[in-house]
């Protein structure tokens, strides 16, 4: 039986889905994909998986994919990240009796992908990409898709959208955003560039950025002509985006630990961060939880912060709105509600130009305040202290070394050379000298080892005289 393509795989296989939750490393796990699936997602992604582990280690297999199979959470489509086209085939057949379809990261941004040459870094590769997706298509039996980052230029986006959809690929997810546009610098999407490409090809298109809530989504299918919308930090602030809700806080908390404890085994670390995430705004008010949060050991105890927090929050609520309405949001602190992060400072304006100017002055941090406190060293450097209350980390207050006449390292204080001890010991070595600073005695050693063997053979002599002197005498 042929499998599916393009649009037929997209009514028919993935529902026609329009609300779709990004895959998100260590976040988009079984558990958080079923609380979406509650709150109007109709299609999800596992986390990005590294394709040469996934297919190496067993282990990894099951607890990334194998034993996170459920029947409520489909479709689903399992993303790899790779850069050989034979590893990422044997990983993707491991993977594709449990999913929908096997998606291909072409659009992680991160330093680990830099190192890994995968991702958005492989975008310039288009030999490699096309060997790729072409290889998928032809022996995997679900479809294959991509998920990309753009280009600047539109022109050359809409060119890298066309030769991934003639190599086989059957759905295109496009971040507006280039491979540069991250952290500080993540700026605007631009749905120009995601428009251009929907218009180009003729495969199912999803648009990812600037989704915040249930109108963004909306306001971008009708301006790109997109088929669905995908969200990820959206998503991670409010899992009810898709359903145009803003619940509590501490509501999608309960849901969400109370499905962890449904399905398990789900890493404490993830929970953690799901938590962090949804009581972003609330953990500036209430600060001593999130040390509290931090420092749990198990579900049980998360689920007693979260009601401990609820409670103080409710306690809020029947206060006047002046107490606490100080936080410049748009909904209170405990509502789910995006997080919007700062734009990176102008360097033009009075505190650019300063940091600007800072930058320029010290490019690293002071190791020592002038008063000679500990607070501005390292963690590190702190620990040595604290052993070794004399000790100095100041550049210009430790001794000054007089350099070896050899290599430049600090001589001996004592050396007769004027050497270091590696250039004493060779220098020492071949001259057969001592050097007492250093502790070497060549030449002493080769006097001892020459009276050695002198005396020994006085000895040998006078013992030979007396044993044959002995033999004259005796009589027969």
Same mark, same amino acid.
């Given at each position: 039986?042929?499998?599916?393509?393009?649009?037929?795989?997209?009514? +028919?296989?993935?529902?026609?889905? $329009?609300?779709?939750?990004?895959?998100?490393?260590?976040?988009?796990?079984?558990?958080?994909?079923?609380?979406? =699936?509650?709150?109007?997602?109709?299609?999800?992604?596992?986390?990005?998986?590294?394709?040469?582990?996934?297919? $190496?280690?067993?282990?990894? $297999?099951?607890?990334?994919?194998?034993?996170?199979?459920?029947?409520? /959470? =489909?479709?689903?489509?399992?993303?790899?990240?790779?850069?050989?086209?034979? #590893?990422?085939?044997?990983?993707?057949?491991?993977?594709? /009796?449990?999913?929908?379809?096997?998606?291909?990261?072409?659009?992680?941004?991160?330093?680990?992908?830099?190192?890994?040459?995968?991702?958005?870094?492989?975008? /310039?590769?288009?030999?490699?990409?096309?060997?790729?997706?072409?290889?998928?298509?032809?022996?995997?039996?679900?479809?294959?898709?991509?998920?990309?980052?753009?280009?600047?230029?539109?022109?050359?986006? #809409?060119?890298?959208?066309? *030769?991934?959809?003639?190599?086989?690929?059957?759905?295109?997810?496009?971040?507006?955003?280039?491979? /540069?546009?991250?952290?500080?610098?993540?700026?605007?999407? +631009?749905?120009?560039?995601?428009?251009?490409?929907?218009?180009? #090809?003729?495969?199912?298109?999803?648009?990812?950025?600037?989704?915040?809530?249930?109108?963004?989504?909306?306001?971008?299918?009708?301006?790109?002509?997109?088929?669905?919308? *995908? +969200?990820?930090?959206?998503?991670?602030?409010?899992?009810?985006?898709?359903?145009?809700? @803003?619940?509590?806080?501490?509501?999608?908390?309960?849901?969400?630990?109370?499905?962890?404890?449904?399905?398990?085994?789900? @890493?404490?670390?993830?929970?953690?961060?799901?938590?962090?995430?949804?009581?972003?705004?609330?953990?500036?008010?209430?600060?001593?939880? =999130?040390?509290?949060?931090?420092?749990?050991?198990?579900?049980?105890?998360?689920?007693?912060?979260?009601?401990?927090?609820?409670?103080?929050?409710?306690?809020?609520?029947?206060?006047?709105?002046?107490?606490?309405?100080?936080?410049?949001?748009?909904?209170?602190?405990?509502?789910?509600?995006?997080?919007?992060?700062?734009?990176?400072?102008?360097?033009?304006?009075?505190?650019?130009?300063?940091?600007?100017?800072?930058?320029?002055?010290?490019?690293? =941090?002071?190791?020592?305040? +002038?008063?000679?406190?500990? !607070?501005?060293?390292?963690?590190?450097?702190?620990?040595?202290?604290?052993?070794?209350?004399?000790?100095?980390?100041?550049?210009?207050?430790?001794?000054?070394?007089?350099?070896?006449?050899?290599?430049?390292?600090?001589?001996?204080?004592?050396?007769?050379?004027?050497?270091?001890?590696?250039?004493?010991?060779?220098?020492?070595?071949?001259?057969?000298?001592?050097?007492?600073?250093?502790?070497?005695?060549?030449?002493?050693?080769?006097? $001892?080892?020459?009276?050695?063997?002198?005396?020994?053979?006085?000895?040998?002599?006078?013992?030979?005289?007396?044993? !044959? @002197?002995?033999?004259?005498?005796?009589?027969?």
């Amino acid at each position: 039986m042929a499998k599916p393509r393009g649009f037929e795989f997209w009514r +028919s296989t993935l529902k026609g889905a $329009r609300y779709v939750v990004a895959p998100m490393v260590d976040q988009s796990e079984l558990a958080w994909r079923l609380l979406s =699936r509650r709150h109007g997602a109709e299609l999800c992604y596992t986390p990005m998986l590294h394709a040469q582990v996934f297919l $190496r280690d067993a282990n990894y $297999r099951r607890e990334n994919l194998y034993n996170e199979v459920s029947l409520e /959470d =489909r479709p689903l489509i399992t993303q790899f990240c790779a850069n050989d086209p034979e #590893v990422f085939i044997q990983a993707a057949l491991l993977a594709q /009796d449990y999913c929908d379809a096997i998606d291909l990261n072409l659009g992680c941004p991160q330093m680990i992908a830099k190192r890994g040459h995968y991702g958005v870094f492989l975008q /310039d590769e288009w030999d490699l990409l096309e060997k790729m997706i072409k290889l998928a298509d032809e022996k995997l039996s679900v479809p294959i898709t991509c998920k990309i980052r753009v280009f600047p230029e539109i022109e050359k986006t #809409v060119k890298y959208a066309k *030769m991934l959809e003639k190599a086989g690929c059957q759905l295109l997810t496009v971040h507006g955003r280039t491979k /540069d546009q991250k952290g500080a610098l993540t700026g605007i999407a +631009s749905w120009k560039h995601i428009k251009a490409v929907r218009e180009a #090809v003729n495969i199912p298109v999803f648009a990812n950025g600037n989704i915040q809530h249930l109108s963004d989504v909306q306001h971008c299918m009708e301006e790109t002509g997109v088929q669905g919308v *995908m +969200s990820a930090e959206g998503n991670l602030h409010n899992p009810a985006l898709f359903e145009g809700q @803003s619940p509590p806080v501490w509501e999608m908390a309960e849901e969400y630990l109370d499905i962890v404890e449904k399905h398990p085994p789900c @890493s404490l670390s993830y929970v953690r961060a799901h938590i962090f995430k949804l009581w972003h705004h609330t953990l500036q008010i209430h600060q001593d939880l =999130r040390e509290e949060l931090a420092k749990a050991k198990n579900i049980a105890g998360i689920v007693e912060i979260n009601r401990q927090l609820k409670q103080r929050c409710q306690e809020e609520m029947d206060k006047d709105e002046s107490e606490w309405n100080q936080t410049g949001l748009p909904f209170p602190h405990w509502i789910c509600q995006p997080y919007v992060r700062p734009p990176p400072k102008d360097p033009n304006t009075e505190n650019g130009q300063k940091a600007l100017e800072m930058k320029a002055v010290c490019v690293k =941090r002071a190791l020592e305040d +002038s008063d000679g406190t500990n !607070d501005s060293l390292s963690k590190n450097k702190q620990k040595k202290k604290a052993r070794n209350p004399y000790k100095n980390f100041c550049p210009e207050l430790k001794p000054k070394y007089i350099k070896c006449e050899q290599c430049g390292n600090p001589k001996g204080n004592k050396c007769v050379f004027n050497l270091c001890r590696g250039c004493c010991k060779r220098k020492a070595f071949k001259e057969v000298a001592d050097c007492p600073g250093h502790g070497l005695r060549f030449k002493t050693k080769a006097l $001892r080892q020459s009276n050695s063997d002198t005396g020994g053979g006085l000895t040998n002599g006078k013992l030979n005289s007396q044993t !044959d @002197s002995t033999a004259v005498h005796d009589p027969l």
